[in-house]
């Protein structure tokens, strides 16, 4: 064997691995099909090679026309083994790649749910925070329950406001009553100085009898009577007196009292309600980061769906690469059909009998059998240097 | 006497109120407000530009002028009023029963 034969023999070894690593990696389809072109010329031109009888080995080699012909079917068995692996790498490419399309398929469409079913949910939460949407009514929202509270403490404002004022009225009404007290005291004083001058009264009276002598000893009881009367009248005034300092006594505790429900110290209210309106402030901040933070978790759902939409798309590649292996399988099954031909020939040269017509005719056939196939075989060329 | 009452004109009248003005003003601030009964009308002018403090007792004192002055047609309007004193009129509603400057 020469060593261009070798050669040649290597060149299309390696281009048929090229062309399986292409149809791996690349997806450029023109680019595999005129691999594939390249690797049927080359296979063509080693098996014609093979066919034909070296030229040196007629003029100068002495070996016999049997050990060339056994030679060459040694060849063609192992292109035929070659071709029958890139067959089954066809088929093999071809379950891969379906077999794993269809689970990123599954993969992906599991992904586009479980996406839309996070949207639902922030939707949900969005409508439950804000109170909005179905089943709204009656269910406590932050906002609501802020709003509430402002209101119990606007009642309680009012309520003090009220006792207050009322409070302040009752005050009034004491300090009205007070007067009453010290105009009153003021007539104890009255009827005081009324019963002193009564007192004195009698006791001129009594001096006056006394100078009357016998004639006057019966002046001088009344006057002593009027005198008693006149000391126990101021009895019961002082009696009286005390009392109504008593009262008056009373009612100023009264005063005091109602003056400390009148006097509420307003720093808790003023507090309350600054506290109120800065948490109020802060829902409204909450709800505003929620807000944001959900159409921002829209926004890339969104643009999760749309990536997983391009991937489905992309997967579309997947056909293509088995319908390429596919091509190569029945580029392989005519490689394979050509070797048998030239088999047949090779083994015809030992007869004596050559049925070349026959042979031509099995040989159009496989071409018009592969003929549905995009790589034109019958232009390769190699046809005429055979025929 | 912390409350300082006086006769601008006929019908104007000023009460100054002292640095508080809590329960202890009660009796003062009524003869402030009643004394300037004559019969006319009144247009009072309540100046807090000293007080710095005051109580629930204020608001009720301040209703109980309202009253008192409601059937005698008044004006009631409370000036220099501080942050504090502001802000519980405010809390308290008063911004719409009074005038507050």
């Not at chain 1, 001088?220 to 009286?240: G, H, Y």
Request: net charge negative.
């Amino acid at each position: 064997m020469s060593e261009r034969y070798k050669y040649a023999c290597l060149f299309t070894v390696f281009s048929w691995l090229l062309s399986i690593a292409m149809l791996l990696l690349s997806d450029n389809h023109t680019l595999n099909i005129a691999t594939l072109v390249l690797c049927a010329v080359a296979s063509c031109s080693v098996l014609l090679r093979g066919a034909q009888p070296p030229e040196a080995a007629d003029s100068n080699d002495s070996s016999s026309l049997s050990e060339r012909v056994s030679l060459h079917q040694q060849a063609i068995g192992h292109v035929d083994e070659l071709c029958s692996h890139v067959d089954l790498n066809g088929v093999s490419i071809r379950t891969a790649v379906e077999t794993n399309v269809t689970n990123l398929s599954s993969s992906f469409q599991g992904l586009m749910s479980k996406s839309s079913e996070q949207n639902d949910a922030m939707k949900q939460l969005v409508s439950r925070i804000s109170g909005q949407g179905e089943g709204a009514e009656g269910r406590v929202t932050l906002e609501g329950f802020a709003s509430e509270v402002g209101r119990i403490l606007d009642d309680y404002v009012k309520l003090f406001i009220d006792v207050s004022d009322k409070s302040i009225s009752a005050v009034h009404n004491i300090q009205d009553m007070t007067e009453q007290f010290d105009s009153m005291f003021a007539l104890i004083s009255e009827i005081r100085g009324i019963a002193d001058q009564t007192n004195l009264l009698a006791l001129n009276a009594a001096i006056e009898a006394a100078r009357a002598g016998e004639a006057g000893r019966g002046f001088a009881v009344v006057a002593d009577e009027v005198r008693k009367l006149s000391k126990s009248s101021n009895n019961l005034n002082e009696q009286i007196r005390a009392r109504a300092e008593q009262s008056k006594a009373t009612i100023t505790r009264v005063e005091k009292v109602v003056g400390e429900i009148a006097s509420l110290d307003m720093t808790i209210a003023i507090d309350a309600r600054g506290h109120l309106d800065g948490m109020l402030a802060e829902l409204e901040g909450v709800n505003q980061d929620v807000t944001t933070g959900v159409e921002k978790v829209a926004a890339v759902n969104a643009q999760v769906q749309a990536d997983v939409y391009q991937a489905v798309t992309a997967l579309q590649f997947a056909d293509i690469v088995g319908q390429d292996a596919e091509k190569i399988r029945l580029s392989v099954q005519g490689i394979k059909a050509i070797l048998g031909v030239l088999s047949e020939v090779n083994v015809s040269e030992l007869s004596p009998r050559h049925d070349w017509p026959a042979l031509k005719n099995t040989l159009d056939s496989i071409f018009d059998g592969n003929s549905t196939s995009d790589i034109d075989v019958s232009t390769s060329g190699t046809d005429d240097e055979l025929f | 006497m912390t409350i300082k009452s006086r006769k601008v004109t006929d019908s104007e009248y000023e009460i100054t109120l002292g640095e508080t003005f809590d329960f202890n003003c009660v009796e003062e601030f009524r003869t402030a407000y009643e004394s300037a009964d004559d019969g006319g009308k009144k247009d009072f002018v309540i100046d807090f530009r000293a007080t710095h403090y005051m109580d629930s007792s204020a608001l009720g004192m301040l209703i109980n002028m309202q009253k008192y002055w409601q059937e005698r047609n008044a004006t009631i309007r409370l000036i220099n009023t501080n942050p504090q004193v502001k802000k519980i009129f405010s809390i308290s509603r008063f911004d719409k029963k009074f005038t507050i400057v």
